[in-house]
């Protein structure tokens, strides 16, 4: 459901429901306690607008991309080297296309003054 609102600017649960739940055979309350409980995870924000709820990503994609490898790459003691390598080797994964956005993005931090954090 994450997914599907990086892609739309906001939806209600009836929208998201029409959008991905019926072809997943997903019930409407099941669309609506999912979102409730990403909004509580502070992934979403919502509005209400006339009876409904309507629900918009609080975090960027990539936002939620970072934290949850600096989670996993603290959980292995915080190595310089180690958190270094594993990046490298991810890297290895990553077609050429994501590996020009991944150099592209570099470039745009140091650029931009932004600290490179390798933990």
């Not at 669309?31 to 960027?60: C, D, G, I, N």
């Amino acid at each position: 459901m994450l997914v599907h609102l990086w892609r739309v600017p906001e939806a209600s649960s009836k929208e998201v429901h029409a959008a991905i739940g019926v072809a997943r055979g997903i019930s409407v309350n099941t669309v609506q306690s999912t979102l409730e409980r990403l909004y509580r995870k502070k992934l979403l924000k919502r509005f209400k607008a006339s009876h409904a709820f309507r629900y918009a990503p609080q975090v960027a994609r990539e936002q939620l991309v970072a934290g949850l490898v600096n989670e996993v790459l603290s959980r292995f003691g915080g190595d310089t080297a180690s958190s270094l390598a594993a990046s490298v080797e991810a890297a290895n994964w990553l077609n050429e296309e994501a590996l020009h956005t991944l150099e592209a993005e570099l470039k745009n931090m140091r650029t931009r003054g932004e600290a490179l954090h390798v933990r």
